[in-house]
C-alpha cells in the first residue's frame, strides 16, 4: 500500500490480511523485525481475528493528526488531509536531519493552527540535553505542548529527564512509546516514574488483552497509537481506544497518510468496517513478497505455538 509521503524511511506499507467469522484482522510487523517480534504482532492478530470486541466505554474518538519529517512547503497539505486538528502529533529528531528543520516544522505547524495542541514524537533519537533544550525552546516559543514522546533512548535517561522537568517545575509530560513495545518489562516505565503517559499499540504489544492487563496494573493513563497500519488494524484500535477512554486523543489517523486505504472511510467509532475488496485485487502483492511473508508467518506461527 503506497504512502503519500516517506515516513520511517519506508514509502509503502506491507501487510498481511485474514479473513474469518469475525471479520477481518491483520498482521503487519516492519519487514526489519525479528521473527520474535513478529509473533508478538500475530499473537494480536490472530486475537483480534478469533476472540469478542472489547466493552467500551465510550462509542467514538476524535484522533490526532500526524506530520511526517516532511520539506515545510508541504506540511500544510498533509495536515489538510486530516480531518480533525485539535492535536497534532509532529514526528521529530529524524536520523540525519539538522536540528533546525524540527524547529521550523513546529513553528510553521503552530502558525497553521495555533488552536492545536502539540505532541512531539523523538523516537529516542536525542539526548537528555538536547531534550531540555527543545523543552527551553518551546517555552520560549509559547508553543502548547501537550508531551514529549519518547525524547531519549533508555528507561534510565527517561527516568533522569522526568525528574530535571520537575525540579524545574517546566510542568511538560514525558510520554513513554519503544521503552514499553521493545522492552521486556512494559511496567518498567511505571515503576521508575520514567513517564506521564504509555503510548500502546496493540499489534507490538500482543494484544488488546495484553494493554487491558497494562492499563489495571499501572497508575498513568495509557494513549493507543497507529502502527501505521490499514484501515483494518486502526479498526482494532479505535475499538481498544474506546475501550480505555483515557482523556488523550489517540493517535489513528494515519489513514489519512496513504494514497488510499482498504475502505472507503474508516469510522471513528467502534464499529465493524466493511472493506473495498477491489482494493485488496488492486495491491496484491507479487509472488515474491507473498512467498518471503508466507515464511515469515510460518516462522512467527512456530515461534508462537512450537514447545521449546
Known sequence: MPLKTSFRGINHRELMVFEGENGFSEWSPFPEYTTKEASRWLKASLEWLEKPRPEIKTQSITPNATLPAVELDRIESILSGFEHKKTIKIKIAEPGEARTLDLQRIEKTTELYPEAKIRLDANGAMTIEQSMELIYWLRQKDVNLEYLEQPVASIEEMTQLRAEIQAQDLNVLIAADESIRKHTDPFEVDSKEAADVMVVKWQPLGGISEITEIAKKVSIPLVVSSALESAIGLN????????????????????????????????????????????????????????????????????LYSPE
Open 236 to 303: 482494532a484500535g479505535i475499538w481498544l481506544a474506546c475501550s480505555l477512554n483515557s482523556g488523550f486523543d489517540p493517535g489513528l489517523a494515519t489513514s489519512s497518510l496513504f494514497v488510499e486505504d482498504l475502505v472507503d472511510q474508516l469510522p471513528m467509532e467502534a464499529v465493524e468496517i466493511e472493506l473495498n475488496r477491489s482494493r485488496l485485487d488492486k495491491y496484491a502483492a507479487d509472488s515474491e513478497t507473498t512467498e518471503r511473508w508466507r515464511q515469515r508467518l510460518t516462522n512467527a506461527y512456530q515461534e
